[in-house]
Structure formats: C-alpha cells, structure tokens
C-alpha cells in the first residue's frame, strides 16, 4: 500500500510549508483536534477511522501507534521523492511512518508540521544529503535526514555515517534534532551517539529522546538511526 505525502515548497536553505488539505474541523473542536484530524487526512487514514482515533485520544487513552503494547498489523516500504519510507499500521488504525533519506532526495516530506491555527512553528531543517564511495569498499552518506512520524509526535536528526564492505558502520555525527506534537507538548530531543560503530549484530546507534506529555498520557520517545556495512535504517521504542 503506497501512501501520499503533502507537498513541501523548498527555497534555498529554507523551508516553506504548504497549506495541506485539513478536514473542516467542527466549531466546537479544539485546535489540537484540527490538528490530529489534518494529520490523520494527511497520511490516508479514513474519516471514520480518524474519528475513532481522535475520540480514544480525547479520553485520554493512547494510540497503538505510540503505545508501544503492540506489534503493527500491516508493514509496507515505498520510495518517496528519495526517500525511504516504512508505514506501519497498528491494529487501532493508527500510523507510525519512518523515514531515511537518500542522497539527492527532493527537499523534506512534508509531516506534522501541520497547523489548523495557522501559528507559527518551527520548521524541520533542510540539509543535503549526499554520498561518496571509495575504491577501497566503503560508502559515506552526508548531511541525511532520519525522521519518525505518528498522529502524536514527530522527531527527526540528521547524521553524517559510513558502511563498508566490511560489514562496519559508523556514526561520525548526528545533529539538528526537531521535534512537532499534536495534542501535546515535548522539548527538543537531546542527541547522543551511543555506539559509533557496530556490525550486523551490533550496529553502530545515535538516538534521540524526548518526553511527549499530553491529555491522552506522557512517555519517553527515541529515535535511532542504525548503521552496519550492509543497511542503513531508522527504528523507535517507547512510542
């Protein structure tokens, strides 16, 4: 199953957000409400779906999405404008979407930087990402961007890292970490490279964490990026 992504306008270096098909909210709808309903419309989740999503989270249950009690019931990968793209569906119709950029990738996905209020927000930052391969085995990525997205929270970084014919991964650096909330609030997640390098049974790890904290409940939420010689993937825990 593919999925569409919103349109992202890109100048430069900076990022502009387009306004992105928000379902009319009611009149007696809280802003945090539009929000997760523009979200939910967004990734191709269903209005009766949404509407059972948005009513578990107002009574201040969570989402399977974040959890974390439950395995998805449906996983599918796709390739979108360069980048890869992992939606995971979870058995109350909620969504988590991963996302690892390629080199040349066509500017940013555009995720929850949704907002029916139309206040300002702080945009994800626009890198570069880019690769150079030697001779002697090894390919290094540069300035690419990893990013999880579920109806709650978004949280990305971007990282410098290396893969060799060996089987060696490495993380040589990892910065510019954002964070966007819908229904909640969380601080920019604190960065960390915990393992710079690793192979296929202990692959080199950086990580991002934060502690979301709503109506629905609070937790922590990580981000890592994994790297051995031969992948380069994006995972979560906590949410």
């Given at each position: 199953m593919k999925f569409k992504l919103a349109s992202a306008a890109i100048a430069g270096l900076g990022l502009a957000i387009s306004a992105v098909g928000v379902l009319p909210a009611n009149a007696s709808e809280s802003p945090e409400t539009a929000d997760l309903r523009?979200?939910?419309e967004q990734v191709g989740v269903d209005d009766a779906t949404a509407n059972e999503l948005?009513?578990?989270?107002?009574?201040?249950?969570?989402?399977?999405?974040?959890?974390?009690?439950?395995?998805?019931?449906?996983?599918?990968?796709?390739?979108?404008?360069?980048?890869?793209?992992?939606?995971?569906t979870y058995p109350d119709g909620s969504v988590a979407l991963t996302y690892l950029e390629l080199p040349e990738a066509e500017g940013l996905p555009a995720l929850a930087s949704l907002n029916s209020t139309e206040a300002a927000i702080e945009p994800m930052s626009v890198g570069n990402c880019s690769s150079t391969e030697g001779g002697?085995?090894?390919?290094?990525?540069?300035?690419?961007?990893?990013?999880e997205s579920t109806d709650l929270i978004t949280m990305s970084f971007r990282a410098n890292?290396?893969?060799?014919?060996?089987g060696v991964g490495t993380i040589s650096?990892?910065?510019?970490?954002?964070?966007?909330?819908n229904a909640g609030s969380a601080p920019t997640p604190t960065l960390t490279i915990n393992r710079p390098s690793g192979t296929v049974s202990n692959p080199a790890q950086a990580r991002a964490v934060t502690q979301f904290?709503?109506?629905?409940?609070?937790?922590?939420?990580?981000?890592?990026?994994?790297?051995?010689?031969?992948?380069?993937?994006?995972?979560?825990?906590?949410?």
């Open positions: 523009a979200w939910y948005i009513t578990k989270i107002n009574r201040g249950e969570l989402p399977d999405s974040v959890e974390g009690a439950l395995s998805p019931a449906d996983v599918t990968i796709s390739e979108e404008n360069g980048w890869t793209v992992t939606r995971s002697s085995g090894y390919a290094s990525y540069y300035d690419c961007g990893v990013i890292y290396t893969r060799t014919s060996s650096s990892a910065y510019s970490p954002y964070v966007y909330t904290s709503g109506a629905s409940g609070g937790f922590t939420a990580y981000l890592y990026l994994n790297v051995h010689g031969g992948s380069a993937w994006s995972s979560k825990s906590g949410w």
